[in-house]
């Protein structure tokens, strides 16, 4: 398994939706959840994501996965309201933040990165006048997104290494020689991109 | 070892032709390892127990060695990353949906951590390299306190509905393990430096 792993391709209205749109409305989303004040509007919301789950023909354990990743935090969280601000302001506060955390999960499981990285490029048109060039911006997205697996890879033999050594884990005995390979790697894609011609 | 080290210092930096391609990569690859700090799950440290990501570790350490402009790039690029919907942030999370969050503040804390402390690196490096580690400790730190933890008690104010005096409570906890993350990120920038000499002596273009 990849470390980013995470489209699930489908056949549902979801998965077809345009990556632009469903971005847009994650940040709509994200805004919209401030005007969220009562405690049933959240519960709304969260039923709402769950149900586009459901639309987008994702099992529960997709959703589930999702959020007890933030679970502990949402708890946390949830504890401290309810001690200062009661049970109805906890309800909101987390009922929104597990509601946006699984919506934005929703648009990676049902969008291909190569849409997502085409919504970067188009995104960044505006910014040519500054002098950005729009296609290396999706250049970089992409090279980053890939590179990922790579360094967690390099992290893996470094920690390997250490392990054979009978090395103790220390943190900077391990930092040093990942960084260290990094850059070779980085050298390596350089130069990768020299011979594609990425050079003006 | 030394020899293909030094190779490889060499070959990062050495043609003024190649520096644009050679920095794309160069600010992938950072933004890669933030994002695969992050994704590991945090260490309990000490006696404290209080866990710690190595994110904020990568973004200091990605700013020390890359400089104020290719470090603020990768930060943003991770940060870019995430947005777009990859599970890169800390617990697997991803989306604008994090903005919203309580950690917000510290998300964009970290492009200007990484470049004030890229900044300090620029002007460290040009000194004698046995005063390395320990200036790149004071600026990490110097940089942690005004904007990571300024930022983030504000980010928990206005988006956890903190009182600003709970918001501060429960940031302390993450003192500690800033001391000791820039502990290393300090003592591994000054390593890596000492490895690749041209990485921060030449303006990236």
Redesign the interface.
Same mark, same amino acid.
């Given at each position: 398994m990849t470390?980013?792993a995470?489209y699930v391709p489908r056949d549902s209205p979801v998965h077809r939706l345009p990556a632009g749109v469903k971005?847009t409305g994650?940040?709509l989303?994200?805004l919209g959840?401030?005007l969220l004040g009562r405690w049933w509007q959240s519960l709304l919301l969260l039923a709402c994501v769950a149900g586009l789950y459901g639309v987008a023909r994702l099992t529960w354990r997709c959703l589930a996965v999702?959020l007890r990743?933030?679970a502990?935090?949402v708890a946390a969280?949830g504890v401290?309201?309810i001690v200062?601000?009661g049970w109805e302001?906890a309800v909101v506060?987390c009922g929104?933040?597990l509601a946006?955390?699984a919506?934005?999960?929703l648009?990676?499981l049902t969008?291909r990165t190569d849409d997502?990285?085409e919504?970067?490029v188009r995104g960044s048109g505006p910014l040519r006048r500054f002098g950005v060039e729009p296609e290396?911006v999706g250049?970089?997205?992409s090279?980053?997104?890939?590179?990922?697996p790579?360094?967690?890879r390099l992290?893996g033999e470094v920690r390997d290494a250490q392990l054979a050594r009978g090395a103790a884990t220390r943190?900077?005995a391990f930092?040093?020689p990942?960084?260290?390979r990094?850059?070779?790697?980085?050298?390596r894609?350089?130069e990768a991109?020299?011979a594609r011609g990425?050079?003006? | 070892m030394t020899e293909s080290?030094d190779a490889?210092a060499r070959?990062?930096t050495n043609t003024t032709?190649?520096i644009?391609?050679?920095s794309? =990569? /160069?600010? %992938? $690859?950072?933004? =890669? /390892?933030i %994002? $695969?700090a992050a994704?590991?799950p945090g260490i309990p440290v000490g006696s404290v127990g209080v866990p710690i990501t190595l994110q904020t570790?990568a973004v200091m350490?990605t700013g020390l060695?890359l400089g104020p402009l290719r470090g603020g790039?990768a930060v943003l690029?991770?940060l870019?990353?995430g947005f777009?919907?990859?599970?890169?942030f800390s617990?697997?999370?991803?989306?604008?949906?994090?903005?919203?969050?309580?950690s917000a503040g510290y998300l964009v804390a970290f492009l200007l951590a990484a470049v004030v402390v890229g900044f300090a690196a620029t002007r460290v490096v040009r000194r004698r390299p046995a005063v390395w580690a320990p200036l790149f400790f004071v600026a990490a730190m110097l940089t942690s306190i005004v904007f990571v933890h300024g930022l983030g008690v504000l980010g928990m104010v206005l988006n956890?509905?903190?009182?600003l005096a709970?918001a501060f409570k429960?940031d302390l906890v993450f003192y500690p393990g800033d001391v000791i993350k820039n502990l290393?990120?300090a003592?591994?920038a000054a390593?890596?430096h000492r490895?690749?000499p041209d990485?921060l002596a030449r303006r990236p273009r």
């Open positions: 470390v980013l995470t971005l994650l940040v989303a994200g959840t401030v999702q990743a933030v502990l935090l969280i401290l309201q200062v601000a302001r506060t929104n933040l946006l955390v919506l934005a999960a648009v990676s969008t997502l990285i919504v970067v290396r250049l970089l997205v090279l980053g997104i890939r590179s990922v790579v360094v967690a992290a943190p900077v930092l040093v990942l960084v260290v990094s850059l070779r790697h980085a050298d894609v350089g991109l020299i990425v050079d003006d | 080290t490889a070959s990062v032709t190649a644009r391609p050679r794309i =990569a /160069l600010v %992938a $690859v950072f933004a =890669a /390892l %994002a $695969v994704i590991v570790l350490l060695c790039l690029l991770y870019v990353i777009v919907g990859f599970p890169v617990k697997g999370q991803s989306g604008l949906g994090v903005l919203a969050g309580p956890a509905d903190l009182s709970n429960a290393v990120a003592s591994a390593a890596v490895a690749f990485l």
